[in-house]
Nanobody, 124 residues
Framework: QVQLAESGGGLVQAGDSLRLSCAISGRTRSPDPMGWFRQVPGKEREFVAYITPTGSLQYYAESVKGRFTIARDNAKNTVDLQMNSLKPEDTAVYYC?????????????????WGQGTQVTVSS
């Protein structure tokens, strides 16, 4: 079992930056592939970013490419999402997710453990 805990959300203005952090604990393969998703009310949880176990590869949703950066510190068991040039449409609850053996990197079926979420609100 894996436990994930997000932090760093908040209320910011468009153009600002935030850094989200996910603390990873429990029975991981250490390190494990990880992702970030986000969700707004009434919509499906959507893929934001993914990072391989060593951090050597990162995948991003087209909507955040060039603005968001996913990174990890395996010594600290954390994975971060640096969000720059935030837009109102980035407003969502952001979730850290642990990649499963099966499923898609870009879909929720590819992840088996989730954090509680952290709210990011971007005002115009």
């Amino acid at each position: 079992q894996v436990q994930l805990a997000e932090s760093g959300g908040g209320l910011v203005q468009a153009g600002d930056s935030l850094r989200l952090s996910c603390a990873i604990s429990g029975r991981t393969r250490s390190p494990d592939p990880m992702g970030w998703f986000r969700q707004v009310p009434g919509k499906e949880r959507e893929f934001v970013a993914y990072i391989t176990p060593t951090g050597s590869l990162q995948y991003y949703a087209e909507s955040v490419k060039g603005r968001f950066t996913i990174a990890r510190d395996n010594a600290k068991n954390t994975v971060d999402l640096q969000m720059n040039s935030l837009k109102p449409e980035d407003t969502a609850v952001y979730y850290c997710a642990h990649r499963d053996i099966r499923g898609s990197t870009y879909k929720i079926d590819g992840y088996d453990y989730w954090g509680q979420g952290t709210q990011v609100t971007v005002s115009s």
